[in-house]
């Protein structure tokens, strides 16, 4: 039940995102033929992989466009980010699932993987390659590939460090680099100092620009002049001040949301991610039960005050990370009603995570933990 509303939803928000582009399109212009000119689509990782397929049904099954022409304008409107090169974080659909929710969607996925798999096997692609290549994994249960789907409705497709794409080319995606070797390219990931200093931290942008001027706003370059105030005590406290303002806001979330006081004072040891085996919450859960066991022992020890905070979502059938949800919260549970820690070690999972709850936990971390396998 999970599975099939999560891709309801992709579909939804997928559909409904194209529809608006189209309404829009035509609203200007008298016909689709020149939409890839005028409208760029980028694909976000699988999640919205679906909407190659829902393009070619509104173009061909609404607007009565031929689908060699259809598909021709979907790959020249579509690009695709891949963010990992875990098989497993690929979507795929059981193929009975489509059929009973999107049963025109496969019908077009499966004349795309036609025409895909002809110039496969033209280009002398080898059996085991051409199913690698299928947007149908034939192996166990039959699914629908999106990552694969994603990949050739795409004009172009990146990834998000050079190490990565590169990676990309010899692994996840081997066969399809082979079979369109101009596709893949880099794009290195990056943050938007809008979002994660001037909106979410405003009492440091200001700090900064009462010490630098203004100039960093537009060019992040200009950061480089702060160098000179690291040393400085007046830059220094005021600095301190900012930090003290962001975890007192921090800490006023966590009580608000836990019911748990937590002391700004203490180190934020923060671990926010996607709950994933690989990022490894267990492995800073288990400190925080390591932490917990040799304070009781060592009470008189030389602690630095602890609040280990977790925050981030599960995939919806995703067993094993939402046990790892449980045991953070029952681990919590333990802590932090534990007189003989007190003061010294809190935990807090900060539920319903999403940007706005980060806003806030980002600019209040002390610690921020990125301890995830190298993939």
């Known amino acids: 039940a999970g599975q099939e509303l999560r891709l309801r939803q992709e579909y939804f928000w997928s559909s409904a995102s194209l529809q608006d582009i189209l309404m829009r399109h035509l609203a200007e212009h008298d016909d689709l033929s020149d939409l890839a000119d005028r409208a760029a689509i980028q694909l976000n990782d699988t999640h919205p992989a679906i909407a190659v397929a829902e393009l070619l049904r509104l173009l061909v099954d609404v607007h009565g466009m031929p689908f060699e022409q259809a598909w021709d304008i979907a790959r020249r409107t579509f690009a695709y980010t891949n963010h990992t090169l875990l098989p497993e974080a690929l979507e795929s659909w059981p193929v009975e699932l489509f059929e009973r929710l999107l049963p025109r969607h496969l019908q077009l996925i499966y004349a795309v993987n036609s025409l895909v798999l002809a110039a496969a096997r033209a280009a002398g692609v080898d059996g085991q390659a051409i199913s690698r290549i299928s947007l149908i994994g034939e192996n166990g249960e039959r699914r629908v590939r999106m990552g694969n789907l994603a990949f050739v409705g795409s004009h172009s497709v990146n990834g998000v460090a050079a190490l990565h794409s590169e990676l990309m080319q010899q692994t996840v995606f081997a066969d399809l680099h082979r079979l369109y070797p101009e596709r893949i390219n880099n794009k290195t990931n990056g943050i938007t100092q809008r979002r994660w200093l001037f909106q979410c931290n405003p009492g440091l942008t200001q700090l900064i620009r009462d010490t630098i001027g203004d100039a960093f706003l537009d060019d992040f370059g200009q950061l480089a002049a702060l160098d000179e105030f690291a040393t400085d005590p007046g830059f220094q406290s005021r600095f301190g001040a900012v930090k003290r303002a962001n975890k007192e806001r921090l800490a006023d979330m966590v009580h608000d949301r836990l019911g748990l006081t937590v002391d700004p004072g203490a180190l934020f040891d923060v671990h926010v991610k996607r709950i994933h085996e690989y990022k490894r919450q267990l492995l800073s859960i288990l400190h925080a039960v390591d932490l917990y066991h040799r304070i009781r022992e060592q009470p008189d020890a030389d602690w630095t005050p602890r609040v280990k905070m977790f925050a981030g979502k599960a995939a919806p059938s995703y067993y094993t990370a939402k046990l790892i949800i449980r045991l953070a919260n029952d681990v919590a549970a333990t802590v932090n009603n ?19 709850t980060a806003e806030v936990m980002m600019p209040g971390a002390d610690l921020s933990e990125q301890i995830s396998t190298a993939g």
């Not at 003989?340 to 539920?351: S, T």
Request: charged share 10%; proline share 11%; hydrophobic share 55%.
């Open 338 to 356: 534990d007189p003989a820690v007190a003061g010294l070690l809190k935990v807090a999972f900060v539920p319903n995570y999403n940007v706005s």
